[in-house]
Structures are given as C-alpha cells and as structure tokens.
C-alpha cells in the first residue's frame, strides 16, 4: 500500500488526517522539487502544483504570521499568531471549496488547507510553541 492510497482511504472514510510541511506538499496533484522543468505526480488529493518560491534566501526558515480564512477550524484561537517554516517550495494557488490560509516569504504561497477531512500546514505546529500546540489541539477536536 502506499501513501497516497492511505490517504484516499481515510478521505473515504472520513477520518481526519494531518498533513505537515511535505505531507502538504504530496497531497496536491503536481509538484516540480525534483526538477523545475518536469513536474511529478503527487498524491492528488488537491489540484495544484508545488513549486519552488520566489525569494530572495532560501530555505525560508523562520516565524511568519499567517492570513487565516474566516471559516477556519484549525486556526481558532491563534489567528494572529506567527508560526515556524522551513521549505523552499510551496503551493501558491488557492484550493477550490477550501479554507486556505496565506502566509508570504518573497510572493504569497498556501499557509494552510481545510478541505473534508484533510487538512494541512506548510508550517511546522509542533515547532510553533503553544500557538502550533493549539493548531494540534485544534485538529484533534475535529470531528471524526
């Protein structure tokens, strides 16, 4: 079994799944890590493509705040709270039916995504102190 069928099996299921930094990245259709010129296949839960940011240093590696969406559940109670990133890639176009949340590091790029049972962050909760331990918190109370 692969990663991708798991993934699509707890979607099916409706059991909440977290995805973080590249556990986002897999589940959007395309990504170009491996060659700017050659997109790959990814998981494909989400349409998109990942690829690699316009920024001036890279790996952005850092505190960044965020733009929640208005129908968030994961970021309820830290909306204006900054979290830690560590990637050179990310999603840049807004998933359809989703609440996304933006962050910017040289161009907006895809902070977060809610949609169904999948939800995702670019940034690391678990190395964002007590505003990443309420994003867990907060994925942990969704129900299942």
């Not at 050659?38 to 494909?44: E, F, L, P, S």
């Not at 977060?112 to 109370?141: C, L, M, R, W, Y």
Request: charged share 20%; net charge negative.
């Amino acid at each position: 079994v692969d990663g991708g069928d798991i993934v699509r099996e707890r979607l099916a299921k409706e059991r909440p799944t977290l995805g973080i930094c590249i556990g986002m990245q897999i589940l959007f259709s395309q990504g170009t890590e491996h060659s700017e010129n050659t997109a790959h296949v990814g998981v494909g839960i989400w349409d998109g493509i990942v690829s690699k940011l316009d920024a001036p240093i890279l790996p952005h590696m850092g505190w960044n705040t965020v733009e929640t969406s208005s129908d968030s559940v994961l970021f309820k109670g830290v909306e204006s709270e900054s979290f830690y990133f560590v990637h050179s890639y990310a999603a840049k176009d807004p998933v359809n039916g989703a609440a996304n949340t933006i962050s910017n590091y040289g161009e907006d790029f895809l902070a977060a995504v809610e949609k169904d049972f999948i939800v995702a962050t670019q940034f690391h909760p678990e190395k964002s102190a007590d505003a990443g331990s309420k994003i867990i918190e907060n994925f942990i109370n969704i129900p299942s």
